[in-house]
């Protein structure tokens, strides 16, 4: 279970946060990190994220055994191409990416040999809040953790990635790449597309800044994860763009639903003839809002 020398790559809030659980933990004997930014490195070093800041990528993942990948999805194709001939051979490499099929296409393309010890791993644990500072030991504590092994991923990488997030307390289950990224287009991508959309919708009506100083906490709750940062979601939505794409029709067919019932009472309330035709679709519009309501009622937050 312990890490003699974990190389971090990227020293933002994921990356971050698996460093500082490993040491809440005592799991992690040295820690390297390596981020883009000198600025970053020296923050992650004075928080005592990182015990060693490097100014390369192969400098963090020489001689490491474990290596966790903590960076934008658009990153992973040139970060795996760099570090490969680097790695040990019995290096554990992880990414945090919140989509899998283009991480694992990238590391077929990249890895060679080192392949077999690549366990793609997705944490279900953030924060709308971004860098290091953010970072915070307890954040995966009690979280999901998704794995998405390939079929040349080792028994042994696979089994020691499973026990090590196990140990900082995350909820460990696995998956194939596809599944993984069909779910989570459903439960997490499409909801961040729809929170970004009606902020925009919302901000450039004329009246939109007035209307959002008398927001309540219906906006609050709803609109939180709009706050999130564009360049990783960004990526996260152009590389799983066609399960995106299939969870917006979804939307947009029970969306019209609503359209069609609300169209039908508008014009029962400026046609007085109309008026007993809206009955009907009052009656479909509660019964669509109690189903969404019943299947929200039931669902437990983990």
């Not at 990227?10 to 005592?26: D, E, N, P, R």
């Not at 998704?146 to 696995?174: F, K, M, N, Y």
């Not at 919302?202 to 927001?215: N, R, T, V, Y």
């Amino acid at each position: 279970m312990m890490v003699e020398r974990l190389g971090l790559i990227g020293c933002g809030l994921m990356g971050g946060s698996f460093a500082l659980a490993l040491k809440q933990a005592g799991l992690v004997r040295h820690v390297v990190g390596f981020s883009p930014r000198e600025s970053t490195r020296a923050k992650a070093l004075a928080l005592g994220v990182i015990d060693e800041a490097v100014g390369s990528l192969h400098e963090a993942v020489r001689d490491a055994d474990v290596v966790l990948l903590a960076v934008p999805v658009a990153a992973t194709a040139s970060s795996l191409r760099e570090m490969a001939p680097f790695l040990r051979v019995d290096t554990l490499l992880m990414d945090v990416g919140s989509t899998k099929g283009d991480v694992v296409q990238a590391a077929q393309r990249h890895l060679g040999d080192k392949l077999p010890c690549f366990v793609p791993a997705h944490p279900i644990a953030g924060s709308e809040r971004a860098g290091v500072e953010a970072a915070y030991a307890d954040l995966y504590r009690g979280q999901p953790l998704i794995l998405t092994p390939i079929a040349e991923t080792d028994a042994t990488p696979l089994a020691r990635a499973h026990h090590l997030w196990q140990a900082l307390g995350c909820q460990v289950s696995r998956m194939s790449p596809e599944a993984h990224d069909a779910t989570f287009a459903a439960v997490s991508h499409l909801p961040h597309l729809l929170a970004f959309a009606f902020i925009q919708g919302l901000s450039e009506q004329p009246q939109g800044a007035e209307f959002m100083s008398l927001a309540g906490p219906g906006f609050r709750d709803f609109s939180r994860i709009a706050a999130s940062d564009p360049a990783v979601w960004r990526d996260i939505f152009s590389a799983n763009a066609s399960e995106l794409l299939v969870q917006l029709s979804h939307f947009r067919h029970a969306l019209t639903s609503f359209e069609t019932q609300l169209q039908a009472i508008a014009q029962g309330q400026t046609d007085q003839n109309l008026t007993q035709n809206s009955a009907p679709h009052l009656a479909m519009l509660e019964q669509q809002i109690a189903q969404a309501s019943a299947v929200r009622a039931k669902w437990k937050a983990h």
